[in-house]
């Protein structure tokens, strides 16, 4: 296997694990800051943005993506 083929399955299953990977075959549309947004909407929106900039996963290296 090559350095991408591992980082490839760490990216599948990473993005998997939290739902992601139907943004990374369909893609994403950022939804556009407007009046028509309430002022909690916008909060939740600017929340949601400030957690997936978090690290929030365990390191996985290429030893253990077989056991997962």
Same mark, same amino acid.
């Given at each position: $296997?090559?350095?991408? *083929?591992?980082?490839?399955? #760490?990216?599948k299953t990473l993005l998997g694990s939290q739902s992601l990977w139907d943004i990374v =075959? $369909?893609?994403f549309? =950022?939804? =556009?800051e407007d009046e028509d947004q309430s002022v909690? #909407?916008?909060a939740t929106l600017k929340k949601t943005r400030v957690k *997936? $900039?978090?690290p929030s996963h365990?390191?996985?290296n290429p030893r253990c993506l077989p056991l997962l």
């Open positions: $296997k090559t350095n991408y *083929d591992n980082w490839c399955l #760490q990216m =075959e $369909k893609g549309r =950022e939804p =556009e909690a #909407q916008i *997936d $900039k978090s365990p390191k996985c």
